[in-house]
C-alpha cells in the first residue's frame, strides 16, 4: 500500500491541526494504521495508532487528550487531530500501515510508510 500524508503547517502553540493520509494499492480496511513523528536529532516515535475497523484507538502518554485518530475506510484515509499544541509538538509526522489486526507501536512492525508532513508549533 503507498501512503500520503499532508495537513501539515506552521502554527502558534495552542492551535488546532489535523492531519490525513490516504492510502492507495490495497484493501484499506485490511490494514492497522498510525502516525509516528520525528523531531530534528531524535528517533522515530509512536504517536497514535488505530484499528483495521476503527474500534481500538492507542495514543502516546505525550498526546492523549490533546489528540484523536479516526478512520474512514470508503475514503480510505486516516487522521490525526491535534489540539493544544505545544512547541515540543514539533517534528515531521509520518503515517504507518500494516496488514494485521494488532496496532503496535515500534517502527519495525510497519512495512509501508507515507513521506511525512512537517508540523511546526512556535510559542
Known amino acids: 500500500v503507498q501512503l500520503q500524508a499532508s495537513g501539515g503547517g506552521l502554527v502558534q502553540a495552542g492551535d488546532s491541526l489535523t492531519l490525513s493520509c490516504v492510502a492507495s494499492?490495497?484493501?484499506?480496511?485490511?490494514?492497522?494504521m498510525s502516525w509516528f513523528r520525528q523531531a530534528p536529532g531524535k528517533e522515530r516515535e509512536f504517536v497514535s495508532g488505530i484499528s483495521r475497523y476503527g474500534s481500538n484507538k492507542y495514543y502516546a502518554d505525550s498526546v492523549k487528550g490533546r489528540c484523536t485518530i479516526s478512520r474512514d475506510n470508503a475514503k480510505n484515509t486516516v487522521y490525526l487531530q491535534m489540539n493544544s499544541l505545544k512547541p515540543e509538538d514539533t517534528a515531521v509526522y509520518y503515517c504507518?500501515?500494516?496488514?494485521?489486526?494488532?496496532?503496535?507501536?515500534?517502527?519495525?512492525?510497519?512495512?509501508?510508510w507515507g513521506q511525512g508532513t512537517l508540523v511546526t508549533v512556535s510559542s
Open positions: 494499492g490495497g484493501t484499506f480496511s485490511s490494514y492497522a
Open positions: 504507518a500501515s500494516v496488514r494485521d489486526i494488532v496496532v503496535r507501536r515500534t517502527t519495525s512492525a510497519y512495512d509501508s
